[in-house]
Every structure is written in structure tokens, then in C-alpha cells.
């Protein structure tokens, strides 16, 4: 409802673990009847594993509708969260058991899991970082990002932080091409979401 009527906004949703509801269900109704173009998991928020093979119909559907889900991974300063839930390695099983299904780890495992997260990249082709709340210099300090420069996405973690130009000058700062400026900056997400223009 907060996105609709507003052509720049581009909803995602997140599965309700407690609802009776089977997830699988909720994902095709959040898809197909609500209009949303990706969902977006918090494990240190919520306390579950990704990985748990409960999620597995979950990421069935979002696989087979052509939508990314997307991951908090790394550390939070918010109360109640567990970090433990955010460990990047994780996926790993998530991205070997479902090869096609488009998944970002936002943060990138900040700070202490970019090695993790970075290995992720290499290993799985439909692995993706988001740069949301990660120092933009880290990018090519700590990820293979010349070699695999289709999987970035530009994030700014607004309305939290509400700079978002200062973050964009960030990335166009860096020691890169512009063709693989642009690709972080907008056309990755354009294809990962499928809008026109990617």
C-alpha cells in the first residue's frame, strides 16, 4: 500500500514466519497480488537461520516467479538483533541448493565477513552484494568487483541514512570504469529486477 501509485518506489515484501499460512503461499500472493518485485530477509532481526531448509518452498517460488531475495548479512547496532543469523556463509547452502534463484547479501557480512561474503561471489553466479551502510572504497578493497562487476548493486540504506547523492559520488569516486560505474549504480538492479533499460 505505501508503494502504490508511486512509479519510483519498488516494493519488496518478507515472508511472516509465524503466520499459518504456508511460505510458499505467501510468496506467490505477495508476487502476484500485491505486486511485489523481491523480498528481503532479516535473520538477526527475526532469529532464524536462512538456511533452514523450512525457507526451502519460500525460495522455490521466488525462484520461479523471477524474483531476488535479498539478505541482511553482517553486523546491526539494533537491540534484540543476533548476529549469529547473519553469518554470509550461510547462503552458501541456500545458493547451492537453488543455483537460479537471484540473491543479494546486503552489507556484504560488514565488517568482519567481507572475505566470506567476497568468496560467495566467486563461488556462485547467482550471488550479488548490496552496498547499503558498507564504506564505498571496500568495494574494490575487498571484493572481486573488476571480475565479476554484473554483481553489485548500489544501496543506500535511506531512509536511515538520507544522503543518498554523497554515497553516489562515493562510487562514481572509484578507480573504476564508467561502464562498471554504471553497472553498480543502476543497470545491475534494473536486470536483477527486470525493468526496462537493462
Known amino acids: 500500500a505505501f508503494c502504490r501509485g508511486h512509479e519510483e518506489l519498488i516494493a519488496f515484501g518478507a515472508p511472516c514466519l509465524y503466520s499459518p499460512t504456508p ?5 506467490e500472493y505477495a508476487v502476484k ?3 511485489v518485485r ?16 523450512i525457507l526451502f518452498p519460500f525460495y522455490e517460488v521466488a525462484r520461479d516467479l523471477g524474483v531476488p531475495v535479498q539478505f541482511h548479512t553482517g553486523t546491526s547496532i539494533f ?20 543455483p537460479d534463484l537471484t540473491m543479494i547479501m546486503e552489507h556484504g557480512g ?3 565477513w567481507y572475505e566470506q561474503a567476497a568468496w560467495l561471489v566467486v563461488r556462485h553466479p547467482n550471488m550479488h552484494v548490496g552496498t547499503a551502510g558498507m564504506p564505498a572504497k571496500r568495494l574494490i578493497q575487498h571484493f572481486p568487483v573488476k571480475p565479476h562487476p554484473d554483481r553489485f548493486i548500489f544501496g543506500s540504506d535511506w ?29 545491475n538492479a534494473a536486470r536483477v529486477l527486470g525493468l526496462d533499460g537493462a
Open 23 to 27: 511460505l510458499a503461499e505467501q510468496a
Open 38 to 53: 523481491g523480498f528481503k530477509m532479516l535473520p538477526s532481526y527475526s532469529h532464524f537461520y536462512p538456511n533452514d531448509p
Open 159 to 187: 531512509p536511515g541514512v538520507p544522503d543518498v547523492k554523497s554515497l553516489v559520488e562515493r562510487i562514481l569516486a572509484l578507480p573504476l570504469d564508467d561502464e562498471i560505474k554504471e553497472m553498480i549504480l543502476w543497470r
Open 33 to 35: 497480488e500485491l505486486g
Open 79 to 98: 537491540k534484540g538483533t543476533r548476529i549469529k543469523y547473519a553469518d554470509p556463509l550461510l547462503l552458501d547452502d541456500v545458493a547451492g541448493e537453488f
Open 110 to 112: 560488514r565488517p568482519f
